[in-house]
Every structure is written in structure tokens, then in C-alpha cells.
């Protein structure tokens, strides 16, 4: 099992900036990649970024040039620096985490086995 745990949610207004943590412990592997997700009311859950294999991210169209996402020290620690936050920001984000996943893959919610509890992140304008 894998557990994984977000920080940092909050509320700020537009322009301001977030960062979020997720830090995951358990039985993960060197496989194990960390990817952010987003839903907000009545929508679907999308995906936001992911840092593959340590070293290559991807982002979503709407977030690139304003988050950042990165990891810790520790091998199963990943952040998200999110800057010039917008009110279509507001959102709960997760990070989620799995081992199987294909780079073909990362940006299918359903391909991710593991999930945090969610952090509110609220932008006002």
C-alpha cells in the first residue's frame, strides 16, 4: 500500500501564489511517478502536472509558464509551485500516484491506483 498526503492548499487572490506538497510513503518503487490533479464543482477531474521518471514534466495547457512542479529531497516528495493563480484555479487538487503508468498514460485519472485526500485551493478575484 501506498499512502500519499498533500499540503499547502488555501486561499488567495488572483495573481498570488500556492505551493502544494505531496509526500509518499509505503511501498513505492523507483517507478513510482507523482502526478497533480484538479476538479472543480461539476467538472471532471483533470490533469495538471507530473514529473516523469525524476527528470521530464508536462503540464497542462492552461497552467504552463505559471506552475511549477518539482521534487523534494526525498525521492517520494513532489511540489507544485503555482504563481499568477487565476480564479479558474480554484479548485481541490490531488496528487496521485502510481507504478504502472506508460507516458502515454499519465493524463487519465483512472490509470493512477493511488490518491490523496485533496487540498483546497480557492482563488478570489
Known amino acids: 500500500q501506498v499512502q500519499l498526503v498533500e499540503s499547502g492548499g488555501g486561499v488567495v487572490q488572483a495573481g498570488g501564489s500556492l505551493r502544494l506538497s505531496c509526500e509518499a510513503s509505503?511501498?513505492?518503487?523507483?517507478?513510482?511517478?507523482i502526478s497533480w490533479f484538479r476538479q472543480a464543482p461539476g467538472k471532471e477531474r483533470e490533469f495538471v502536472a507530473t514529473?516523469?521518471?525524476?527528470?521530464?514534466?508536462y503540464y497542462e495547457d492552461s497552467v504552463k509558464g505559471r506552475f511549477t512542479i518539482s521534487r523534494g529531497n526525498g525521492a517520494y516528495t513532489v511540489y507544485l509551485q503555482m504563481n499568477s493563480l487565476k480564479p479558474d484555479d480554484t479548485a481541490i487538487y490531488y496528487c496521485?500516484?502510481?507504478?504502472?503508468?506508460?507516458?502515454?498514460?499519465?493524463?487519465?485519472?483512472?490509470?493512477?491506483?493511488?490518491w490523496g485526500q485533496g487540498t483546497q485551493v480557492t482563488v478570489s478575484s
Open positions: 509505503g511501498r513505492t518503487s523507483s517507478q513510482f511517478t
Open positions: 514529473i516523469w521518471r525524476g527528470r521530464n514534466t
Open positions: 496521485a500516484g502510481d507504478s504502472g503508468l506508460i507516458l502515454s498514460s499519465i493524463r487519465g485519472h483512472r490509470n493512477y491506483d493511488y
